[in-house]
């Protein structure tokens, strides 16, 4: 892969509203507990290696289906989260690290995933922009049903959404850890600012 990669319809539209409803509706999703990049953005966190993937699957059945599809053989630790953006949300330029919470040395991820879940019609803004050093090599323009895959050591940023409605995303960055760094990550956690 180089810098990114597209893949079109990649699971059934009923699946996707299913997703849908069901991240709406779950009591962790509120007010996003990323960091500071992700302005007005709703979500929550699940942080899980290889081990703990039967406990992911088994609190949030709903995201088996994403999960068998995405994650990468080779990789060992996990971050997932959906991820709301309405009109004025956004989120500035940034290299996922979200598992440096518990194992501090931790490099970027080696492959990060995006599945768009649900896009407002002739949605303006909210644009995917990745740059490696400093130069641009991707802007992708979010739709229902792609999957996108980018090298998790790129800068990325989400434009500014203008459009009424909601963009949702399911976001997984996938590592490949050492023995003592896959230590310090847990086998399963939730991270949500609702509890």
Excluded at 77 to 103: K, Q
Excluded at 167 to 175: D, I, K, N, T
């Amino acid at each position: 892969m180089k810098y990114y990669q597209l893949q079109e319809n990649v699971l059934p539209d009923r699946y996707l509203k299913k997703l849908w409803n069901k991240v709406n509706s779950n009591a962790y999703f509120t007010v996003n507990n990323l960091s500071r990049d992700f302005v007005q953005t709703k979500g929550f966190s699940v942080v899980f290696n290889r081990d703990g993937l039967p406990m992911v699957e088994q609190k949030f059945p709903f995201f088996k289906p994403y999960l068998d599809r995405v994650l990468q053989s080779e990789c060992n630790a996990f971050y997932l989260n959906p991820l709301l953006l309405e009109a004025g949300s956004r989120v500035d330029p940034h290299i996922d690290r979200s598992l440096r919470s518990y194992c501090k040395t931790i490099e970027p991820p080696f492959v990060v995933s995006v599945l768009y879940v649900r896009i407002p019609e002739n949605m303006s803004g909210g644009e995917l922009i990745l740059k490696s050093a400093k130069r641009q090599v991707g802007k992708i323009i979010p739709q229902t049903n792609v999957l996108v895959y980018f090298q998790g050591d790129l800068t990325h940023a989400v434009n500014p959404v203008k459009t009424v409605g909601s963009r949702l995303s399911l976001v997984c960055e996938q590592y490949i850890l050492t023995p003592s760094e896959l230590e310090d990550i847990p086998m399963f956690t939730v991270e949500s600012r609702a509890y």
